[in-house]
């Protein structure tokens, strides 16, 4: 499956984002999803996951709360809604997919990545 990630941009602190990641070649319904993040100078770090039919997310603490992540499988596409955003939210945002999927898989066991949006948050 190809990914693709798109809706990043520039937000002043406080205001709101919503990238999305477009599956395409590949059964999308039969994917979990993820979407991870990296700073510069920093690791990649969880933010999200969601199963394949949407029923059970999960959050990394420091975004609980304040982001969302959904996914239209009829559109294959995975959302993810991003609230009261601060300048440590700024990094690149990657969307990954994996068939054998758990809600707190590390990102070394995604299958499959897309090629990040930039997600830049000024206070």
């Known amino acids: 499956v190809q990914l693709q990630a798109s809706g990043g941009g520039l937000v002043q602190a406080g205001g709101s984002l919503r990238p999305s990641c477009a599956a395409s070649?590949?059964?999308?319904?039969?994917?979990?999803m993820g979407w991870f993040r990296q700073a510069p100078g920093k690791e990649r770090e969880f933010v999200a996951s969601?199963?394949?039919?949407?029923?059970?997310?999960y959050y990394a603490d420091s975004v609980k709360g304040r982001f969302t992540i959904s996914r239209d499988n009829a559109k294959n596409r995975v959302y993810l809604e991003m609230n009261r955003l601060a300048p440590e939210d700024t990094a690149v945002y990657y969307c990954?997919?994996?068939?054998?999927?758990?809600?707190?898989?590390?990102?070394?066991?995604?299958?499959?990545w897309g090629q990040g949006t930039l997600v830049t948050v000024s206070s």
């Open positions: 990954a997919a994996e068939r054998v999927w758990h809600e707190s898989l590390p990102a070394d066991m995604y299958s499959f």
């Open positions: 070649g590949g059964a999308f319904s039969m994917f979990g």
């Open positions: 969601i199963s394949w039919e949407g029923g059970s997310t």
